[in-house]
T-cell receptor, first 112, second 118 residues
Framework: QQPVQSPQAVILREGEDAVINCSSS?????VHWYRQKHGEAPVFLMI?????EQKGHDKISASFNEKKQQSSLYLTASQLSYSGTYFC?????????????FGDGTTLTVKP | NAGVTQTPKFQVLKTGQSMTLQCAQD?????MSWYRQDPGMGLRLIHY???????DQGEVPNGYNVSRSTTEDFPLRLLSAAPSQTSVYFC?????????????????FGPGTRLTVL
């Protein structure tokens, strides 16, 4: 069952902050985040594992609440380059991420 | 490293035709996956492979076949194309689990194949 992302879209000015949420009805082992620019392939940002271990991008942070089966991606002081669609992928157990289920994405637009 | 490569970039088929989308990676990744992405939607897993000779179905496998004879290649075959298969197809690869220094969740995606079925 695919995770639910919110909001579906957000528009920001440069320098503003944004939070993108990802929630699942199932217990999760891992959540991973990708960004996709229009017409391009998704690019890995970050993974969060059960137990609190976090890996990935150094300019964007994220949290993983195992009890609530939720993850949030935090984009601080947004830059124009942050524009794109953000996807979360979730896995219910310790499996390769290639077997994960993806949400429908959150489109972020950063304006000057 | 070329990373993950896909061919062709664009393809137009008629209903009922068959074709193979090619995917190759040169990173010696064990895991490879095929996704489809419909307009405005997320990625849906079609098939995946955990190593040469081993494949399994994902969320939306109907109408597609895969095989993995080598670590590098993972072709996707459309058996009899239908308009509902019009989509962008992405191939991705990743390391196996638990490898020291590697990110278990990091999938490397190819540039995609835009398929239109008339």
């Amino acid at each position: 069952q695919q995770p639910v992302q919110s909001p579906q879209a957000v528009i920001l000015r440069e320098g503003e902050d944004a939070v993108i949420n990802c929630s699942s009805s199932k217990a999760l082992y891992s959540v991973h985040w990708y960004r996709q620019k229009h017409g391009e392939a998704p690019v890995f940002l970050m993974i969060l594992l059960k137990g609190g271990e976090q890996k990935g991008h150094d300019k964007i942070s994220a949290s993983f609440n195992e009890k609530k089966q939720q993850s949030s991606l935090y984009l601080t002081a947004s830059q124009l380059s942050y524009s794109g669609t953000y996807f979360c992928g979730t896995a219910p157990y310790n499996t390769n991420a290639g077997k994960s289920t993806f949400g429908d994405g959150t489109t972020l637009t950063v304006k000057p | 490293n070329a990373g993950v490569t896909q061919t062709p970039k664009f393809q137009v088929l008629k209903t009922g035709q068959s074709m193979t989308l090619q995917c190759a990676q040169d990173m010696n990744h064990e895991y490879m996956s095929w996704y489809r992405q419909d307009p405005g939607m997320g990625l849906r897993l079609i098939h995946y492979s955990v190593g040469a000779g081993i494949t399994d179905q994902g969320e939306v496998p109907n109408g597609y076949n895969v095989s993995r004879s080598t670590t590098e290649d993972f072709p996707l075959r459309l058996l009899s194309a239908a308009p509902s298969q019009t989509s962008v197809y992405f191939c991705a690869s990743s390391y196996g689990l638990g490898l020291a220094g590697k990110l278990d969740g990091e999938q490397f995606f190819g540039p995609g194949t835009r398929l239109t079925v008339l």
